[in-house]
């Protein structure tokens, strides 16, 4: 399986990234390909701008940088996307936020391959993986509520956060929660994780883990067979 790993720090030796390169060698370890993509590199064009104005007359968009190539080559090619980021003032490094704004130009109608780059975008895994100087229990809230919604947005399974204490670069590794072996047990795991988000009209089974189901089949098996 494809895992495109954004890495949303200006450090390349930050503690986010020091978690996304922890989660890449777990994926290796279970024969998935975890790749690092660096959007500070890749959007040099700068932020969204006024599509209206700014697109070309094709219908594409107009800011001449890598994000076109990582959008339409390994994020929509990818099984999963993992976003790694500092909390910064309580949200994601701006990259990051500028990585969902500019998506529009290429999500809306106006652009050619508007309907395939939506399908193409949806039916993913996410995680995500933060770094932050604080530990207290809401410090992270803003970012996993919007990346919670932007998951459900596009249709993908947000199915963990790892959190990873520290501000000088590699500090993390003394986080006492060790997040640098979350990240690689995670990289492992991505693909099992257990995932559901009901609503009120899902079909729900009465119990969680298979193994369970299983289990009860059998005992009611068994009743059966004593009868």
Known sequence: MRIAVLAASPRPDG????????????????????EIHDLNHAMEGGFLRDCRTCRLPDGTCAIDDGY???L??????ADALVYATPLYWYGVAAVLK????????????????????????????????LSSEERYAT??????????????????ELVAVVQGIG????????????????????????????????????????????????????AQLATYDDT
């Open 167 to 218: 501000n000088k670069r590699g500090e993390v590794t003394y986080d006492p929660a060790d997040p640098l072996a979350a990240s690689r047990r995670l990289g492992r795991e991505l693909f099992e994780l257990h995932h559901s988000d009901y609503r009120i009209d899902s079909v729900r089974p009465n119990t969680v883990w298979s193994q369970a189901r299983e289990s009860s089949d059998e």
């Open 68 to 70: 076109a190539d990582l």
């Open 15 to 34: 503690n986010s990234r020091a978690m996304a390169d922890a989660l890449a060698t777990g994926a290796a370890e279970a024969g998935h390909t975890a």
């Open 98 to 129: 500028n990585f969902f704004d500019r998506m529009v130009c290429y999500l809306a109608a106006s652009h050619p391959d508007s309907a395939a780059l939506a399908d193409a975008l949806s039916a993913k895994r996410s995680a995500l993986l």
């Open 72 to 77: 339409t080559g390994p994020v929509a090619q």
């Open 139 to 156: 410090a992270a809230l803003g970012v996993v509520a919007q990346l919670q919604e932007m998951s459900r947005y596009l249709g993908h």
